[in-house]
T-cell receptor, first 114, second 111 residues
């Protein structure tokens, strides 16, 4: 069976500090991978997605970046955090076949920037 | 521009009754729709989906209806249970890679 892991579960960081959130998927190969953010009182905003190693698509311009160094690893980074980066960050994956199918979400990381 | 709209931020229903969660969309290219359920501090979990070639899909207590001409879909939960209390997100695919989510509706089912 497939599982998706995210860490850390919670993080408190000062403004201007760097960020690295990691997501790994087990039990599948060549998944599509996604980073979302849920800000307080808002829906799920797609930040980045990847269809393969080294392939990153950015949906929203911001001070965050993403990388996919391995098939089942997806990393969200920032060089300098802003207060507005606070939120609940979710990683998700889906199979590439069939064409339409559900995305499976990880447990999330609660980021608070002070 | 919000392409998937859930206009009711919250809904309260009594246990045993029907819960109806609504979703409207503006992008006519959307052709596959999903509903997710989310508890606080957890990732969303997939509930049910529907292709644009259908108008109804049923899975146990959950039924999704799609009205393409009105660009409207709804999720029916019958009977509602207290454990159904959560935030429900409507989402849509256009193309195969990315989902567009609504802002969610918080459902509260009271005993």
């Amino acid at each position: 069976s497939q599982t998706i892991h995210q860490w850390p579960a919670t993080l408190v960081q000062p403004v201007g500090s760097p960020l690295s959130l990691e997501c790994t998927v087990e039990g599948t190969s060549n998944p599509n991978l996604y980073w979302y953010r849920q800000a307080a009182g808002r829906g799920l905003q797609l930040l980045f997605y990847s269809v393969g190693i080294g392939q990153i698509s950015s949906e929203v311009p911001q001070n965050l970046s993403a990388s996919r160094p391995q098939d089942r690893q997806f990393i969200l980074s920032s060089k300098k955090l802003l207060l507005s980066d606070s939120g609940f960050y979710l990683c998700a994956w889906r199979r590439t076949v069939p064409s339409y199918n559900e995305q499976f979400f990880g447990p999330g990381t609660r980021l608070t920037v002070l | 521009d919000q392409q998937v709209k859930q206009n009711s931020p919250s809904l309260s229903v009594q246990e045993g009754r029907i819960s109806i969660l609504n979703c409207d969309y503006t992008n006519s290219m959307f052709d596959y729709f999903l509903w997710y359920k989310k508890y606080p501090a957890e990732g969303p979990t997939f509930l049910i989906s529907i292709s644009s070639i259908k108008d109804k899909n049923e899975d146990g207590r959950f039924t999704v209806f799609l009205n393409k001409s009105a660009k409207h879909l709804s999720l029916h939960i019958v009977p509602s249970q207290p454990g159904d209390s959560a935030v429900y997100f409507c989402a849509a695919y256009s193309g195969y890679s990315t989902l567009t989510f609504g802002k969610g509706t918080m459902l509260l089912v009271s005993p």
